[in-house]
């Protein structure tokens, strides 16, 4: 079991920046992909960026060279860097890790945080 905490997201005008933050707790060494999602009302959920456990980052093209996605050396802790802020970034930003435990058995899931509201004002 993995739990996660958002913190980090509010309002703020656009052109602006916040920084979202992710702290995981539980089977943290299991961990191996993170990342973020967002969701508009109305619409599935949708990535916007993920990391693996090597650090090898992925970004939706919208938010390329706007965000940076991070994770602290032990993996815990996952942060979003979000610059240069547009209206159309307003969503709920969700915090994403996978798990995969390798035993008897092996365990494999998804887990989720409960999400952040980012609010940008034009």
């Known amino acids: 079991q993995v739990h996660l905490v958002e913190s980090g997201g509010g309002l703020v005008q656009a052109g602006g920046s916040l920084r979202l933050s992710c702290v995981a707790s539980?089977?943290?060494?299991?961990?191996?992909?993170m990342g973020w999602y967002r969701q508009y009302p109305g619409k599935e959920r949708e990535l916007v960026a993920d990391i693996t456990k090597s650090g090898s980052t992925n970004y939706v093209d919208s938010v390329n060279g706007r965000f940076t996605i991070s994770r602290d050396y032990a993996g815990r802790t996952l942060y979003l860097q979000m610059n240069s802020l547009k209206p159309e970034d307003t969503a709920v930003y969700y915090c994403?890790?996978?798990?995969?435990?390798?035993?008897?058995?092996?365990?494999?899931?998804?887990?989720w945080g409960q999400g952040t509201q980012v609010t940008v004002s034009s």
């Open positions: 994403k890790a996978d798990l995969l435990c390798i035993g008897e058995p092996t365990i494999a899931a998804r887990y």
């Open positions: 539980g089977e943290t060494k299991c961990i191996t992909d």
